[in-house]
Antibody, heavy 124, light 108 residues
């Protein structure tokens, strides 16, 4: 079955850039799926960061103020997150997830598959 | 921004029913999804579109949504149901995915 796996450095310096990759195994990028990044912190809970479509079209959480970039590589069935200008507040467990559109309703989207998560600590 | 409020914790005895609420302004007009997250694991979708149940999720998990409150109900609670539960919706006005604050379910 389809599985997602995040990879990337566990420790990043303040003001630096975080780069994470999500490898999709057992399936393809697909032509009707969005792929998302979600992070989790003890204080803020779950926070959606952004998503990408197989065409490269993206949507981002405005709270990130333009610091996030998500890209996709269909040849390697991977998608990536870059997050710049890091602070301690970006320390979190980062998940990649498959976003599913409801087949019954419009304006209904949810995450039906998640990676195991990658812990990222921002510290000097 | 749109806020989803959940109780921080719910305690329930085995075999009883756990009720987890998710409050939001006119949430009944939106579609709500629920996730279960056990310690050290990724979230798992347990209810979608208010009351849909993904393949493999027991019938003991059910959802409803009306007015300003969406509800996840776990019937005949088992020890393995002990986890954090989160509600989520797509807020079309702000074009964002919004998660609830999370509820820790403890099985006594």
């Amino acid at each position: 079955q389809v599985q997602l796996r995040e990879s990337g450095p566990g420790l990043v310096k303040p003001s630096g850039t975080l780069s994470l990759t999500c490898a999709i195994s057992g399936g393809s990028i697909g032509r009707d799926l969005w792929w998302s990044w979600v992070r989790q912190t003890p204080g803020e809970g779950l926070e959606w960061l952004g998503e990408i479509f197989h065409t490269g079209s993206t949507n981002y959480n405005p709270s990130l103020r333009g610091r996030a970039t998500i890209s996709i590589d269909k040849s390697t069935t991977q998608f990536s997150l870059n997050l710049t200008s890091l602070t301690a507040a970006d320390t979190a467990l980062y998940f990649c997830a498959r976003t599913r559109d409801s087949v019954t309703f419009t304006n209904s989207h949810y995450f039906d598959l998640w990676g195991q998560g990658a812990l990222v600590t921002v510290s000097s | 921004s749109y806020v989803l409020t959940q109780p921080s914790s719910v305690s329930v005895a085995p075999g009883q029913t756990a009720t987890i609420t998710c409050g939001g302004d006119s949430i009944g007009s939106k579609l709500v999804h629920w996730y279960q997250q056990k310690p050290g694991q990724a979230p798992v979708l347990v209810v979608y579109d208010d009351k849909g149940r993904p393949s493999g999720i027991p019938e003991r998990f059910s959802g409803s949504n009306s007015g300003n409150t969406a509800t996840l109900t776990i019937s005949r609670v088992e020890a393995g149901d002990e986890a954090d539960y989160y509600c989520q919706l797509w807020h079309s006005t702000s074009f964002q995915y919004v998660f609830g604050t999370g509820t820790k379910v403890t099985v006594l």
